[in-house]
Structure formats: C-alpha cells, structure tokens
C-alpha cells in the first residue's frame, strides 16, 4: 500500500493530506480570508508560510493518533502550479524541508489535474470530459493519447475571478460566487449580457463588466441571474461539443464554482439530453483540498514519476496538457 502526504497552496487554502489508495486518512487545512477586497497574492503567501509547519504538525499528529507511523509515508507531493508565484514558492519550500528530513522522494503535481483525479477517485467517473472551473482557471479537459487535452479553456479570467470581481464591484464580500448563486435565485427578469464563445474557448472579463454596468438600471438579482445565466450557457456549451468530439459518455464537475446549484442543473440536462453520466463529487473534494494533491502524487508515484529536489522549481502558468499521464494505460481509454 502506498501513502503519500500531500500539500496544496496554489491560492487561498493552504491543505495538507495523507492518502493511500483507498482513502484519506488524514487532512489540515487554514483558509486565507482577505480583511477586505479579493486575494492579495502577497499576504496569502505570508498565510501559508505562517501556518505551514503548524498544518504538517496537525496533520502528522492526527495521522499518528490514527495509529500509523510517518515512516510508512512514501513521497511528499505539493502543487507545482498553476497558481500565486509567491504561494506556490510558500508551499514547495515546505515540501522540500519535508521531503529531506523524511528522506522520501517529491512528487510535482499540476494544480488541474489533482482537481481531476479527486473526481475520478471519489465519483464513479472513468474516462469523463471535466468541466473544472475554479478562481483563476476554467477548462474543459479529458484524457487522450496520454495527457489530459485541454479542450477549451477561458482567454483571459476564470469564471470564478469573473464571479468574484463583478461581487465586490456590487458591494459583497469575498468569494462573491455563492453570493452571486443566492441572488440569482430571487430574480423576477432576464437581462441581456454578452456571450462570448471563440472557437472551444470562453471570455469573461468581459461579462464581468457588462454585469456591472447592468447594476445601474437593474436590480442586483436579476443581474446576478442574467450573468450565471449566461456564463454557465457558455461553459456547458463547449463542455457539450467536446463530449461529442470524444465520444465519451461521462461528464464529471470539478473546481469550487462546481459548487453552484444551477451551474450543476444546467449540466445535467446537457448530459440528461445526450444520454451521458454527470458525475460531481462531494464538495470538500470540489475546492483546492490537501488530498487532491496527495492522491494525484500517489498515482504519479506508483507509475514512477518523482521529481528531483534540484528541479522542483514552480511554475505559476503550469499546463495541465504538458504532463505525461503515466498513470493511465492508453488501452484504458474507452475510444
Ligand atoms: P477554487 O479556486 O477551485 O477553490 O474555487 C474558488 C472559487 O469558487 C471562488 O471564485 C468562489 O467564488 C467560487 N465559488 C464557490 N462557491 C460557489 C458557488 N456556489 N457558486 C459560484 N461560485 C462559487
Ligand atoms: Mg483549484
């Protein structure tokens, strides 16, 4: 049985796990609330480094008092990027300290494929196209020919920095997406907003502000629906044309906008109407989460993939196609 401790700090939540292939048996976690405005990449980062040797500490303890020894922790895995540079550098220093004083290996994970392997894990998905929209990135990815092929993907801010910035413009307070969600659902009218599709990709910096501006003649539910209206329709969309440009049968939800009660309906008719399964998983799995992480370098580390202490470099614009699934046998693919 492998083990491995993983740490995620890509943005906002600092999370550190310990999995083995059967489950999570251990996670910390110490979430940066910004006083006022959205994340300020600086402070998160002085969050992380505050809180880091306290979360591996809580972590190793709570793993001990479930009776087992840190000397059975194969590798250290951490998020390698996409993310905060200043984050990603908080966390990969840990991790190294960590990796030398246990004399194990590190393993280099990408941030959007641990969001992918949780969901493959925790939800009966298989070979699914993943629609995985979070803070800063929104993409629809699936596995093909030996790497996890973005499909589509947004040209400039992820759905959720669009939630988030149109939110705080409106006065709410950070993370402004499930705010956005409650006052969508009191809405009485529809109000017209761009929809921005090129090609596979997405827009939304441009929503974003068209929705602002929309705020001085309309009320702010019917504005926070008529932008989830049709941020959501655009996703769906190009996440629908990839299912039928694969072929496969599976649809699977992965990132904290995942959370959103309509973004999810909307989904499911898509997939209800082409005759394919949609998978979401439980919501602590949804956000950035320690065990993504951990899980993700588990498979890495089984299929022989570690990474050297001298090239552990991060990399804040780290794509999720530029990665070997070595983990996955390409005879596993249903095409
Ligand atoms: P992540 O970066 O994957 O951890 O996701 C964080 C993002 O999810 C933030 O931009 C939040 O505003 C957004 N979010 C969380 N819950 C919801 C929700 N119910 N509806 C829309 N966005 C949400
Ligand atoms: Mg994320």
Redesign the pocket.
């Known amino acids: 049985m492998t083990t491995v401790l993983g740490i995620e700090g890509?943005?906002?939540?600092l999370s550190a796990a310990i999995v083995d292939e059967d489950d999570v048996i251990a996670e910390v976690t110490e979430t940066y609330q910004p006083k006022t405005g959205g994340i300020h990449p600086r402070e998160a980062a002085q969050h992380h480094a505050l809180y880091a040797s306290d979360v591996i500490e809580r972590l190793l303890r709570e793993y001990q008092d479930k009776g087992y020894s840190p000397q059975n922790i194969d590798a250290i895995a951490f998020s390698q990027g996409p993310g905060l540079g200043a984050c990603l550098r908080t966390v990969a220093t840990s991790a190294r300290a960590l990796a030398l004083s246990l004399d194990i290996p590190l393993v280099g994970v990408n941030h959007c494929i641990g969001?992918v392997e949780i969901g493959r894990w925790k939800t009966p998905a298989f070979d699914p196209v993943v629609l995985?929209?979070?803070?800063?990135?929104s993409q629809v990815l699936a596995h093909r020919a030996g790497k996890y092929r973005i499909f589509g993907e947004t040209l400039d801010i992820?759905?959720?920095?669009a939630?988030?910035k149109f939110?705080r413009g409106a006065g709410l307070t950070?993370?402004?997406?499930?705010k956005?969600?409650e006052y969508a659902r009191k809405a009485t009218s529809y109000v017209k907003m761009p929809y921005v599709v090129k090609g596979m990709d997405f827009s939304f910096s441009g929503l974003s502000t068209a929705a602002t501006d929309a705020l001085k003649d309309n009320s702010l539910e019917d504005v926070c629906y008529s932008f989830?209206e049709n941020a959501f329709a655009m996703l769906v969309e190009v996440t629908e044309r990839a299912l039928a440009h694969t072929g496969k049968s599976e649809v699977l939800l992965?990132?904290?906008?995942?959370?959103?009660?309509?973004?999810r309906e909307m989904l499911d008719v898509m997939c209800e109407d082409r005759g394919a399964s949609f998978y979401v998983p439980e919501k602590r799995f949804?956000?950035?989460n320690g065990a993504m992480i951990a899980y993700t370098g588990l498979l890495m580390f089984d299929s022989g993939t570690t990474l050297p202490i001298e090239s552990s470099h991060v990399d804040p614009s780290f794509r999720p196609d530029t990665v070997d699934v070595t983990w996955i046998a390409d005879e596993q693919e249903v095409l």
Do not use: F, K
């Open positions: 890509t943005a906002w939540n969001h995985y929209v979070s803070g800063g990135n992820g759905i959720g920095n939630l988030d939110a950070h993370p402004g997406g499930p956005v969600e989830q992965a990132g904290g906008v995942g959370a959103n009660m309509r973004l949804m956000g950035d």
